[in-house]
């Protein structure tokens, strides 16, 4: 009976082996690697213009957490004041996807027309039925596939003689790419060096990405009105350490005020690793050998 003699050592002793116990499917991080608060950070992004949820695209705890988050924004905006956007719709099919949305447009025909994602059944179709059952604006931001494959192949260059209905599902052109941008610099030191320097495949691919961020960007910017928050849902990359899409909202909305989450994975949840640190204003972490969908 010594350890009564102890009582606040043996409940710290308790307490401790819960907490080793226990199982989390997911860790929430601040940017600087402290726990955070789910409800507070909730709070934070309903006083956002603009949310950023980088995304796993093939993880399936967090296609379920940006539903969480989706509803329970909902309930701290006004009616009217949230609207979603996602990479996954491209801009030529957006009167697919507000149709859709406002309930004019059959699951079957919107599937068959709309080109979704093959993960689109398990994956965005439920985001895209909250968004319909409560009236949300859903807004497709990317760029239409055959452009971006174009300046992948060509270069920006080959978009200089589009018409103007073309433009029009793009960032306005031309583009002044940074390739001094951390994410750009990252994927040219995949081919091996400076995009700059290698042109052609190197500098064509970065040029490709930065369309899509720019073009995401420029239709977040355009698609809300004063008091409403976007939450926009993207893969990480087009996110992560503020780069991406939000070093073209820098350029064309500096005064958007605009949260980023990121999903990393990881095989412990207990500490945001190294690398991972800045990498959002808010980083998810699930466990490396969680489900995926495809």
């Known amino acids: 009976m010594r350890f009564l003699r102890f009582p606040s050592l043996f409940l710290m002793l308790i307490s401790l082996a819960s907490f080793t116990g226990d199982r989390p499917a997911y860790r929430l991080f601040t940017a600087a690697g402290l726990p955070a608060d789910y409800d507070q950070m909730l709070q934070e992004l309903a006083q956002a213009d603009v949310v950023l949820f980088g995304e796993q695209h093939n993880d399936a705890l967090t296609h379920w957490l940006e539903l969480q988050v989706a509803k329970d924004l909902l309930k701290l905006k006004q009616p009217g004041q949230l609207v979603l956007g996602l990479e996954m719709f491209e801009r030529d099919v957006q009167p697919l996807v507000a149709q859709y949305a406002t ?63 073309d433009r029009a ?20 030191a995949m081919f091996g060096g400076d995009g700059k320097a290698h042109g052609g495949g190197a500098q064509n691919i970065i040029q490709a990405q930065a369309l899509k961020d720019a073009t995401m960007a420029h239709f977040i910017k355009t698609s809300i009105a004063p008091g409403q928050t976007m939450l926009h849902f993207n893969g990480s990359y087009h996110s992560d350490h503020h780069d991406g899409i939000m070093a ?21 949840l207990q500490t945001l690793e190294k690398e991972q640190l800045n990498v959002a204003d808010y980083v998810v972490v699930v466990p490396a050998d969680a489900a995926k969908t495809y």
């Open 248 to 268: 073209w909202l820098r350029q064309y909305a500096p005064k958007l005020r605009v949260r980023t989450l990121s999903v990393v994975t990881q095989e412990q």
């Open 169 to 188: 599902l793009l960032a306005p052109l031309p583009l002044k790419v940074d390739y001094d941008l951390p994410g750009y610099k990252n994927m040219a």
């Open 103 to 165: 309930g004019e447009l059959a699951d079957t025909a919107f599937e068959r027309q709309a080109r979704p994602w093959p993960n689109y059944g398990t994956d965005y179709r439920p985001l895209l039925q909250f968004a319909r059952a409560n009236h949300l604006p859903v807004i497709g931001t990317n760029a239409p596939r055959p452009f971006a494959r174009t300046v992948a192949q060509r270069s920006l260059t080959a978009l200089d003689k589009l018409p103007a209905n």
